[in-house]
C-alpha cells in the first residue's frame, strides 16, 4: 500500500504525465522524420545530418541543465526546455529546405531518435530519488520508463493512424509538413506540467559538479565511458533511421512501420516491468548485461530476414529485451553516488549519451552509403556487445546500497 501511495504522489504522477507526453511526441517523430526525410529526397548521408543535429541540440541542452539547472530550479529549466521543443516543432512545420531544417532540429531540440532520451530525463530522474523510498527507487524508475515506452507506441501508432500524406511525393510545404505541427501540439502540455511541480523536486543540498567525491568521481568517468559506447551504437540505430532501413529494404510503408514500432515500444514497457522484477533477484548489473547481449545477437540477424515480416518478428524479439537495461542502469547510476551528486551523474550520463546518439546518425548514413543498407545495423550490435562485456567486468563488484554492499564500498551511501 505505500509502495503505491509512493507512486501516486503529486509530483510524481505530473513526472509521468509529462513524461508521457514527451514520449508520445518523441515516438511519433522518430517515424514521422524518417519518411519526411525520405519524401524530400534528402540522401541517407544528409537524412543522417538532420537527425544529428537534432540529437546535437538535446546535447547542449543536456550540457546546461547538468552544469546550472539545480541552481536555477529544476521546475524553471523543466518548464523552458518544454517551451523550447514546442517552438522547435512549429519552426520545423514551417520550413522547406534542408540547411533551415538542420537548424531548427539542432535549436529546437527536434528528438528522431523515437526515445525521449532528452535533457529533462536529467531532471526528471534526478528527483525521483527524493519522492520515494530507497528500495522503490528502482520501481519508480521502471514505472517511469513504462510510461515513456507506452508513450512511445502510442506515439508511433499516430502515424499509421493520421492521414499525414508520408508516402506523398510532393514536394515539401508547410502543408506537407503538418507532422511537425502535430509534434509541437503533442509537447505542448509539458509546459504547465512543468510549472506545476512543488518545490519537493529541488536539490535542496545543492553539490558543486567539481566537488564531487574521489569514489563517485571515479566511477562516474568509467560508467560515462561506457555508456559513451553504448549510445554512439544506438544512434545507428534511431527510428528514423530503421524506418528508413525498412523502407529501402523492404519496401515497408508508414502504416506497416508505424504498427511496428508501436509495437516494439509496447515491448519495452513490459520489459521495464520484468527488469525490476529480475534486479532484486539477480542485481541491478547482472539484469543488465545479461539482457542486452542476446538482443543485440537479435538486431545482427534482421538485415538477412528475408522478408518484412520476419524482419519484424526478429526486431520485436531484440526490442523485449533491448530496454531491460534502461531503469536498471538509471537505479544504478543514483544509487553509486551521494545525494547531492545525483543531477550531475544523470546529467553527466545522459550528456555523454545524448552526444553519442548525436555522432551516431551520421555515421550511420556514411556506413549506409559505402558499406550498403545491413552495415549500421551489424555495426551498433558490435559495439553494443563489446560494451556489455567490459560493463560487466568494470562493475560486478561494485552494488548499490539495497543490495549487499563489500566494506570498501559503504563511503558511496
Request: charged letters at 15%; hydrophobic letters at 55%.
Amino acid at each position: 500500500m505505500r509502495a503505491l501511495t509512493e507512486l501516486l504522489d503529486r509530483d510524481l504522477t505530473r513526472i509521468y504525465a509529462a513524461a508521457l507526453a514527451r514520449a508520445v511526441a518523441a515516438g511519433f517523430a522518430g517515424v514521422y522524420l524518417g519518411f519526411e526525410l525520405a519524401r524530400r529526397g534528402l540522401d541517407p548521408e544528409t537524412a543522417g545530418l538532420v537527425v544529428a543535429a537534432g540529437l546535437a541540440g538535446q546535447t547542449a541542452a543536456s550540457f546546461a541543465v547538468t552544469l546550472g539547472a539545480d541552481r536555477l530550479g529544476r521546475r524553471v529549466a523543466l518548464a523552458a526546455l518544454a517551451l523550447l521543443s514546442v517552438v522547435g516543432g512549429i519552426a520545423a512545420w514551417r520550413v522547406e529546405d534542408a540547411a533551415a531544417l538542420l537548424l531548427v532540429a539542432f535549436l529546437g531540440l527536434l528528438n528522431g531518435m523515437g526515445r525521449d532520451r532528452g535533457p529533462a530525463l536529467v531532471l526528471e530522474q534526478a528527483a525521483v530519488p527524493r519522492l520515494v523510498a530507497a528500495e522503490r527507487r528502482t520501481l519508480a524508475l521502471a514505472v517511469y520508463n513504462v510510461v515513456g515506452d507506452g508513450g512511445h507506441a502510442l506515439g508511433a501508432l499516430l502515424v499509421a493512424l493520421l492521414p499525414l500524406g508520408l508516402a506523398s511525393a510532393a514536394p515539401a510545404s508547410a502543408e506537407g509538413n503538418a507532422g511537425f505541427l502535430v509534434y509541437a501540439l503533442l509537447l505542448l502540455p509539458t509546459v504547465g506540467l512543468a510549472a506545476t511541480l512543488s518545490k519537493r523536486v529541488e536539490e535542496t543540498s545543492i553539490g558543486s559538479p567539481w566537488t564531487l567525491s574521489p569514489t563517485s568521481r571515479a566511477r562516474l568517468a568509467k560508467i560515462c565511458a561506457l555508456f559513451g559506447v553504448d549510445s554512439f551504437a544506438g544512434g545507428f540505430l534511431t527510428s528514423a533511421l530503421l524506418a528508413w532501413f525498412f523502407f529501402e529494404r523492404f519496401g515497408a510503408g508508414p502504416a506497416a512501420v508505424g504498427l511496428l514500432f508501436a509495437a516494439a515500444r509496447v515491448a519495452n514497457a513490459i520489459s521495464h516491468l520484468g527488469a525490476a522484477w529480475l534486479a532484486r533477484r539477480i542485481g541491478l548489473v547482472a539484469t543488465m548485461v545479461f539482457t542486452h547481449v542476446p538482443s543485440s545477437l537479435l538486431l545482427a540477424t534482421v538485415p538477412f530476414a528475408p522478408s518484412f515480416g520476419v524482419a519484424a518478428a526478429l526486431f520485436l524479439l531484440r526490442e523485449g529485451l533491448v530496454e531491460m537495461d534502461v531503469p536498471t542502469r538509471q537505479s544504478y547510476v543514483l544509487a553509486v553516488v551521494r545525494p547531492e551528486e545525483r543531477t550531475f551523474a544523470s546529467g553527466a550520463t545522459h550528456l555523454v549519451r545524448t552526444l553519442g546518439w548525436a555522432l551516431g546518425p551520421a555515421a550511420a548514413g556514411w556506413a549506409t552509403t559505402r558499406f550498403g543498407l545491413a552495415a549500421p545495423l551489424l555495426i551498433a550490435a558490435t559495439l553494443k556487445i563489446a560494451y556489455d562485456f567490459a560493463l560487466w567486468s568494470a562493475f560486478r563488484g561494485i552494488r548499490p546500497p539495497e543490495e549487499s554492499l563489500p566494506p570498501t564500498d559503504t563511503d558511496a551511501r
